[in-house]
């Protein structure tokens, strides 16, 4: 009946509900005096909701402030699928999501604060762009897991090239793997794929279409040349074009390496240079792992899928979804692991250090805790 203050009132008996209510809530409120009372109904139980969902709550109003064309939503337990709608939403009032915001960081430091103390912690850049991580059960097995709109800063080389290998299921199995090029501004869209196999900057390998014994193909992207003909984001596409899913083939995974112009020409894979792959097992036909940022010369790790209704779908008749979703997660804002560990340092007496020699607690890809330990982030941080 639109009480939304007595709602509050009755929220408070479950506060993570209260949490994941707060933007619905606070949105519909007219009044300073109303949206305060929300503020100290929401501050009297804030220590009763868990940690990740604080974190997800930060996260979301901290993101509220933006303007955004598109709200994506990823339902719960369900490995890639994900639900984009236009953002109609009224701006939040800087003023109240700072005030939210501060509480959830309140009652976060004297959760924190409780454990013990941590002397020293040294954090290597490769976790700047990790968020935290978020619904691991529904994500595919990698050789190295990656929380869901993570950047992650690509190795040295010139050229990406993306693979992909897979064993025919039943029957006759025909994946194919593309490539979706555009500009900053999420426009000139061109197609790397088994109708466009070759641009100035990319090409394709060869189209398969069966692989009773397996195959594989490939795709190489030269990232100077990319960024001269403007093309700035560079999206993986592995789709089945003969219709079966997935979690119905033999054998099925996708992923990257990088390669230099010297002393690798010819070399088709090269097991050294993978900087990640991941196994095709979902229930879909057609899978984004990742998108490339040429730019900031960085990977964001996607792991979602496309709706597909028939079989011969492609990266051509699927191109306003991934438009879609590109903009929508390129423009998503979540909690980093840097920031979840800045609150530990300051709560438990810590001190950041800027080497990794001087500090009894390394966060690295060489030190006690690498970017793909998240069972132990989640299991040590986000109690």
Same mark, same amino acid.
């Given at each position: 009946?639109?009480?939304?203050?007595?709602?509050?009132?009755?929220?408070?008996?479950?506060?993570?509900?209260?949490?994941? =209510?707060? /933007?619905?809530?606070?949105?519909?409120?007219?009044?300073? /005096?109303?949206?305060?009372?929300?503020?100290?109904?929401?501050?009297?139980?804030?220590?009763?909701?868990?940690?990740?969902?604080?974190?997800?709550?930060?996260?979301?109003?901290?993101?509220?402030?933006?303007?955004k064309? &598109?709200r994506?939503?990823?339902?719960?337990?369900?490995? +890639?699928?994900?639900?984009?709608?236009?953002?109609?939403?009224?701006?939040?009032? #800087?003023?109240?999501?700072?005030?939210?915001?501060?509480? !959830?960081?309140?009652?976060? =430091?004297?959760?924190?604060?409780?454990?013990?103390?941590?002397?020293?912690?040294?954090?290597?850049?490769e976790?700047?762009?990790?968020?935290?991580?978020?619904?691991?059960?529904?994500?595919?097995?990698?050789?190295?897991? !990656?929380?869901?709109?993570?950047?992650?800063?690509?190795?040295?080389?010139?050229?990406?090239?993306?693979?992909?290998? &897979?064993k025919?299921?039943?029957?006759? @199995?025909?994946?194919?793997?593309?490539?979706? @090029?555009?500009?900053?501004?999420?426009?000139d869209?061109?197609? !790397? +794929?088994? *109708?466009?196999? =070759?641009? $100035?900057?990319?090409?394709?390998?060869?189209?398969?279409?069966?692989?009773?014994?397996?195959?594989?193909? *490939? !795709?190489?992207?030269n990232?100077?040349?990319?960024?001269?003909?403007?093309? =700035?984001?560079?999206? %993986?596409?592995?789709?089945?074009?003969?219709?079966? #899913?997935?979690? $119905?083939?033999?054998?099925?995974?996708?992923?990257?390496? %990088?390669?230099?112009?010297?002393?690798?020409?010819?070399?088709?894979?090269?097991?050294?240079?993978?900087?990640?792959?991941?196994?095709?097992?979902?229930?879909? #036909?057609m899978?984004?792992?990742?998108?490339?940022?040429?730019?900031?010369?960085?990977?964001? &790790?996607?792991?979602?899928?496309?709706?597909?209704?028939?079989?011969?779908?492609?990266?051509?008749?699927?191109a +306003?979804?991934?438009?879609?979703?590109?903009?929508?997660?390129?423009?998503?804002? #979540?909690?980093?692991?840097?920031?979840?560990?800045?609150?530990?340092?300051?709560?438990?007496?810590?001190?950041?250090?800027?080497?990794?020699?001087? +500090?009894?607690?390394?966060?690295?890809?060489?030190?006690?805790?690498?970017?793909?330990?998240?069972?132990?982030?989640?299991?040590?941080?986000?109690?």
């Open positions: 009946n639109r009480q939304y203050t007595k709602a509050a009132s009755f929220l408070t008996t479950r506060p993570g509900e209260f949490a994941r =209510r707060l /933007d619905f809530l606070t949105r519909n409120l007219k009044t300073s /005096d109303s949206l305060d009372y929300v503020l100290n109904q929401f501050s009297s139980v804030v220590d009763e909701v868990s940690t990740p969902v604080l974190l997800q709550v930060h996260s979301h109003l901290k993101s509220r402030l933006e303007k064309v &598109w994506v939503f990823f339902p719960k337990g369900s490995t +890639a699928e994900w639900k984009a709608i236009e953002n109609n939403l009224n701006r939040f009032d #800087k003023k109240y999501v700072n005030q939210f915001n501060e509480t !959830i960081r309140s009652a976060l =430091r004297a959760r924190f604060a409780k454990l013990g103390k941590l002397g020293k912690v040294y954090i290597g850049s976790f700047n762009g990790l968020v935290v991580p978020q619904g691991l059960r529904s994500s595919s097995k990698a050789l190295k897991t !990656i929380p869901r709109f993570s950047r992650v800063p690509l190795n040295q080389g010139d050229v990406i090239r993306f693979f992909m290998w &897979w025919d299921g039943t029957y006759r @199995t025909d994946l194919d793997l593309s490539a979706y @090029t555009c500009d900053r501004f999420f426009q869209v061109q197609p !790397i +794929a088994y *109708f466009n196999m =070759r641009e $100035e900057y990319a090409a394709h390998s060869g189209d398969i279409t069966s692989a009773p014994k397996g195959a594989c193909e *490939f !795709i190489d992207v990232i100077k040349k990319s960024l001269d003909r403007g093309r =700035r984001y560079i999206v %993986m596409c592995v789709n089945s074009f003969s219709g079966q #899913k997935f979690s $119905e083939l033999q054998e099925a995974f996708a992923g990257f390496m %990088m390669r230099s112009g010297i002393g690798q020409r010819g070399e088709i894979f090269d097991a050294r240079t993978v900087q990640n792959k991941f196994d095709l097992t979902s229930d879909s #036909k899978v984004i792992p990742f998108i490339m940022d040429l730019e900031e010369r960085q990977l964001i &790790w996607t792991d979602v899928a496309i709706k597909t209704m028939y079989a011969g779908s492609n990266i051509s008749n699927t +306003a979804s991934i438009n879609v979703l590109l903009q929508s997660l390129v423009e998503t804002q #979540k909690f980093k692991v840097v920031d979840l560990l800045g609150l530990h340092i300051e709560s438990r007496g810590g001190t950041l250090v800027d080497s990794p020699e001087e +500090a009894d607690l390394v966060f690295s890809n060489q030190g006690e805790i690498k970017p793909w330990d998240l069972e132990k982030i989640m299991g040590d941080y986000m109690q």
